[in-house]
């Protein structure tokens, strides 16, 4: 995957890295602002109480 990603930003190599750079950037800005506050509800760690019987 990083190899077809690699191929297919254009431009020379410094251009690529900084292109790299503000995609990875952007995905984890996606995942830490939408992506895990939406999921957060659904995952099974956020329940703390131990034995309710």
Request: glycine content about 6%.
């Amino acid at each position: 995957m990083y190899g077809l990603l690699w191929r297919v930003l254009p431009g020379p190599v410094w251009f690529r890295i900084i292109l790299v750079l503000i995609l990875a950037v952007a995905a984890v800005y996606f995942c830490f602002t939408w992506l895990f506050p939406e999921i957060s509800p659904y995952m099974p760690f956020n329940e703390t109480t131990i034995g309710d019987s």
